[in-house]
């Protein structure tokens, strides 16, 4: 059985490694590409597509707009996490803010009902290391996990294929079970 592709875009994430690392004990290969050099389509190379945190603002469309191109374009199920999710939440007109800088491991309490969730409780703890919010889901998208300090932890695509995790998925126990759900949907 050939194990499923995932194409991972390095947006300058400091943990790159441990994010490949936590899909390819999933049982899935990856492939490492940066927002600039992203293939133009999928063409059934890539089964999923996961966007990583970010040091750049979220709000340089010009730079991001190869990866959203990439993203509306493509038919795979696509995970934005940390920076990855401000990305694809502002490029559909969601809006940060800037709070205080969180690191560390948080609770976040998720919609159990979400395949994404399958293999989590109600109350997760997750890591964060970021300053900046997305307050409320931007049209096309609903928020299917929230915490004290981040009213949209977890969001999901109205029409189900595209993810996000404020929190850095790639630490903590429940990060990978909650990548572990994400994996089924394209396997």
Same mark, same amino acid.
């Given at each position: 059985m050939t194990r499923p592709r995932v194409l991972v875009v390095n947006n300058g994430t400091l943990s790159l490694r441990q994010l490949r690392s936590r899909? *390819?004990?999933?049982g899935s290969?990856? *492939?490492a590409a940066d927002a600039r050099s992203v293939p133009a389509r999928v063409d059934g190379r890539y089964q999923a597509i996961v966007l990583s945190g970010t040091k750049v603002r979220a709000y340089d469309s010009e730079y991001y707009k190869p990866l959203i191109d990439l993203v509306t374009d493509a038919d795979v199920p696509v995970f934005g996490i940390c920076g990855g999710l401000q990305i694809l939440a502002v490029a559909a007109g969601g809006r940060l803010v800037e709070g205080p800088q969180r690191v560390? !491991? /948080?609770e976040a309490q998720v919609d159990t009902e979400e %395949?994404?969730?399958a293999h989590v409780k109600p109350t997760v703890t997750v890591f964060h290391r970021h300053t900046l /919010?997305?307050?409320e889901? %931007?049209?096309g998208y609903r928020t299917i996990g929230r915490?004290?300090?981040a009213p949209v932890e977890f969001l999901r695509s109205d029409? !189900?294929?595209i993810f996000g995790s404020q929190a850095h998925l790639e630490f903590r126990k429940d990060g990978l079970e909650i990548l572990r759900g994400f994996a089924q949907l394209y396997r």
């Open positions: 899909f *390819e004990a999933l290969q990856t *492939e560390g !491991g /948080y %395949p994404l969730f /919010y997305l307050q889901a %931007p049209a915490s004290a300090h029409d !189900g294929r």
